[in-house]
């Protein structure tokens, strides 16, 4: 983080200090919120969770080099006591950033948000400095935290924004005020939650409100829901897509015999032959709008295709590509799911799998309300006219809705099975699988089955406790 002394972020966050005996001392490190994070310099943000309270760890953060905590209370060790922590974190987001005048680009989208984020990433940070959301970290805690690792030298913040109802990004965006905004797509993901796709679509277009009318809204130009966003900004609007109108397009699209996608990047600037290291058709359209980002700001399609061609996965657990000894490849894709990004990765694992064995391992996409049996009835369907060549279906009902779908789809069906968890399903992988197969493992996050992925690549083959 930029250096602020404890009397600023007092002032700004509106906090009083307790027990700080030099209130110029300067916060330099990082702020966290988890003790074991704490670096020389940094800020502790305590907050209350459901299991741990860190305002009990104050102390100890303090010891490894917290220069203060933020905290909702005294707590015995130099600290900032505010109402609400994660009211103050933003608002301390909200004046580095304003401070720094790094251009904020901003994305969201039902799926590919993270993929599309570490491409934009990687390709800006060939021309400036970036800094991007680690991971997923795009909620109202992990949004602040990422703008406050901001420096001096940043030229390019990118923020990866999630949303779970109406007004959410509205939120984020008012911490972190975006000038370049990317909605990638309006899908089925929490539509239990949200109620249906028009409601999705109304929360994603938040982003493109909030621009201003300098910046520039970036958008899918094969997603109807998506492009009908821009009667709701003043900013300039940009496509991306494989449709002729979009203003950067990709031509010629096709899959490596290892699955990996190729195709002719067209932008205002320029046309420049890309292939990708990601594995996948879907990340054509993640590529797609980071080079619509990357164009904006000025770079030329040679380079952004250079960049695209180059860059790799920087997020666990997202087809995530490995081959063991023995010629079976895994292909971990388990840290979410919803029937976009499932249909995808089927479509990956039969376009990587032609001339072999190939097998789906698939469980529970959450949030799907009144949605998710015939969502994952249809997902069993789709892997039987892929032609997968085993459908394991990992869990309770969501599971055995997959596995039904796969059976009613045809004969193929009698190919799929139903095992009840991640042990069973690598009991079952571990006695059947032969060198050259290819085993896809993919579910919704809190299913956890990167365990089974993790399993067939340990010896032991044994599923860690979690």
């Known amino acids: 983080m930029i250096a602020l002394s404890l009397a600023e972020i007092a002032s700004v966050v509106g906090g009083q200090t307790h027990d700080i005996p030099d209130p110029s001392a300067q916060v330099h490190g990082p702020v966290v919120i988890d003790s074991r994070q704490v670096k020389d310099g940094s800020l502790f943000a305590a907050f209350v969770g459901e299991r741990v309270d860190g305002h009990d760890y104050a102390d100890q953060a303090v010891r490894a080099g917290a220069v203060?905590?933020?905290?909702?209370?005294?707590?015995?060790?130099?600290?900032?006591?505010?109402?609400?922590v994660q009211t103050a974190l933003g608002a301390l987001a909200r004046h580095v950033v304003r401070r720094l005048g790094a251009t904020l680009v901003a994305l969201t989208g039902s799926a590919g948000k993270t993929s599309t984020k570490d491409l934009i990433a990687q390709v800006l940070r060939r021309k400036a400095p970036t800094v991007f959301t680690p991971g997923s970290l795009n909620n109202e805690i992990g949004l602040p935290l990422t703008a406050l690792t901001a420096t001096e030298e940043t030229k390019f913040l990118v923020l990866e924004m999630g949303a779970r109802g109406i007004g959410h990004i509205s939120y984020l965006t008012d911490l972190t005020p975006p000038k370049i905004g990317l909605v990638l797509n309006v899908g089925s993901a929490h539509i239990g939650e949200f109620g249906g796709r028009e409601q999705i679509a109304q929360a994603k277009g938040e982003l493109v409100e909030a621009l201003p009318e300098e910046g520039a809204a970036i958008l899918n130009a094969d997603d109807p829901l998506v492009r009908a966003m821009a009667s709701r900004t003043k900013a300039k609007?940009?496509?991306?897509?494989?449709?002729?109108?979009?203003?950067?397009?990709?031509?010629?699209?096709?899959?490596?015999?290892?699955?990996q996608p190729a195709f002719l990047l067209h932008t205002p600037s320029g046309a420049s032959e890309v292939t990708m290291r990601l594995y996948g058709e879907h990340h054509v359209s993640n590529a797609l709008a980071a080079a619509a980002v990357a164009h904006e700001l000025g770079m030329s399609a040679t380079e952004i295709a250079t960049a695209l061609s180059e860059a790799g996965s920087l997020s666990r657990w997202r087809m995530e590509v490995t081959e063991r000894p023995d010629g079976v490849t895994i292909v971990n894709d388990a840290y979410n799911a919803n029937p976009e990004s499932m249909r995808?990765?089927?479509?990956?694992?039969?376009?990587?799998?032609?001339?072999?064995?190939?097998?789906?391992?698939?469980g529970k996409m959450a949030e799907?309300?009144?949605?998710?049996?015939?969502?994952?009835?249809?997902?069993?369907?789709?892997?039987?006219?892929?032609?997968?060549?085993?459908?394991?279906?990992v869990g309770g009902r969501e599971a055995s809705w997959l596995q039904l779908g796969a059976y009613n789809e045809g004969s193929w069906g009698e190919e799929s099975v139903h095992v009840s968890d991640a042990q069973a399903a690598v009991d079952l992988l571990r006695s059947e699988l032969r060198p050259g197969d290819v085993v896809l493992v993919k579910a919704s996050r809190s299913v956890g089955l990167e365990s089974i992925a993790e399993a067939?690549?340990?010896?032991?083959?044994e599923v860690a406790a979690r």
């Open 368 to 393: 799907l309300g009144d949605e998710a049996l015939a969502e994952h009835d249809a997902v069993g369907r789709l892997a039987v006219r892929l032609n997968v060549g085993k459908l394991v279906a």
């Open 237 to 259: 609007v940009i496509l991306f897509g494989e449709s002729g109108e979009a203003d950067v397009r990709a031509e010629n699209v096709r899959l490596t015999d290892s699955g």
């Open 68 to 84: 203060a905590v933020l905290a909702q209370r005294p707590v015995g060790v130099p600290s900032i006591v505010v109402a609400d």
């Open 344 to 362: 995808a990765a089927l479509r990956a694992l039969a376009a990587m799998g032609k001339g072999r064995r190939t097998w789906a391992v698939l």
């Open 456 to 461: 067939l690549l340990d010896a032991e083959g």
